[in-house]
């Protein structure tokens, strides 16, 4: 079964995934994961996730 776009139900548009990688440095896996837990609609708490994961953060404490 898949939605409306073709895409199966629950799984992670391509897209948002690669750029949330290419922008954090977070793996694929480590992508698909937040995507899973928070959704793809709040790319605010994707990027804050990412950085926690990646030890880094905006105010570069």
């Not at 690669?18 to 896996?29: A, K, N, Q, S, Y």
């Not at 899973?36 to 950085?51: D, N, Q, T, V, Y």
């Amino acid at each position: 079964m898949t939605d409306e776009q073709g895409k199966a139900p629950g799984k992670p548009d391509d897209t948002v995934v690669r750029r949330l990688v290419d922008e954090t440095g977070i793996t694929e896996t480590q992508a698909r994961e937040l995507i899973a837990f928070l959704g793809a609609h709040s790319w605010a708490s994707l990027l804050r996730e990412a950085h926690i994961l990646t030890g880094r953060n905006r105010r570069g404490v």
